[in-house]
């Protein structure tokens, strides 16, 4: 396979140029490229392309940074609303489990529904406690209870993935309980909604781009929700939302920032790239 060689700082701005990129100051690119990865950033090229080599006329680089800008500031906002819907979805799903089953009932596989693999289970959750092994919670079990967690404990070593795999492999009729009891929906519902956020909670936590996303699943659309959701950033914001637990919060932590953040950018952005309709911010908003 042919190698590609690097390319200077340079020669990098020259490759914008002959796509059509504008400079308005091109030292200034070249500080923002010693520090950002031209790969990185070229990336948020793609949504005002107009084919593989060749930008919409009029694309600048400052205009670049500043949807590169807005979507490294919405990354953070929506990272900290999953932060807390995955915070409560192991809070619910451990104290349920817990009460029926026993503090160490998700060791037996009969608590778990007929597609469980436990062999499978057991050895990510092993992999979780080998892997955290210097926290000093992990050292006080393993020393005082000879490695047998509590489930409460064990959801803490949990990452948003394993969370989404343990709630899959529930029974039934607990899955429909949690995700009624708690969710209002159902449980294929919550189990969609769970690995969407999972995606995007992977975007996120490693940097990459959301604007002009498109994602791998499609959500299941609420069923008081007037139009098909898309796998799209719209589509998403509304299934986090649809879980997030505080309503006040939510609109103080996320419909409130996201909406100053989109209206400031709105010269820059359009919003079919992220799948907003006109009158999104009437959907974002918990009324």
């Known amino acids: 396979m042919r190698e590609k060689a690097p390319s200077t700082i340079n020669e990098q701005i020259k490759i914008l140029k002959q796509r059509g990129c504008v400079f308005e100051d091109e030292q200034q690119a070249r500080e923002i490229l010693k520090y950002i990865n031209y790969y990185r950033l070229s990336n948020y090229f793609e949504p005002f392309s107009v084919s593989k080599h060749k930008y919409e006329n009029g694309v600048t680089f400052n205009k670049i940074m500043r949807v590169y800008e807005m979507d490294r500031k919405l990354r953070s906002i929506l990272l900290a609303a999953l ?11 451990s104290n349920y489990h817990s009460l029926k089953y026993g503090a160490l009932g998700y060791l037996n596989p009969s608590c778990f529904g007929l597609q469980h693999n436990h062999q499978t289970f057991i050895a990510r959750l092993n992999h979780l406690v080998e892997s955290n092994s210097d926290r ?5 079990y393993n020393a005082k209870y000879g490695g047998k967690f509590p489930l409460w404990v064990m959801v803490e070593l949990f990452s948003f993935g394993t969370l989404a795999f343990f709630y899959k492999e529930m029974q039934n009729t607990d899955k429909k309980t949690i995700a009624s009891g708690y969710y209002g929906c159902s449980s294929s519902e919550l189990d969609n909604w769970v690995f969407c956020l999972n995606e995007l909670r992977n975007y996120c936590a490693h940097y990459n781009r959301l604007y002009g996303s498109t994602f791998p699943v499609t959500p299941k659309t609420p069923r008081d929700f007037p139009f098909e959701l898309q796998p799209d950033l719209f589509g998403y914001i509304i299934i986090l939302k649809q879980i997030f637990h505080n309503k006040a919060n939510w609109n103080e932590r996320v419909a409130k920032p996201v909406s100053r953040l989109i209206n400031k950018n709105r010269n820059d952005i359009r ?5 907003f309709p006109d009158d999104w911010e009437m959907y974002i908003d918990c009324r």
């Open 83 to 93: 932060e807390e819907v995955e915070i409560a979805l192991r809070a619910v799903i």
């Open 271 to 275: 919003l079919s790239d992220i799948g």
């Open 136 to 140: 000093d919670f992990v050292k006080h």
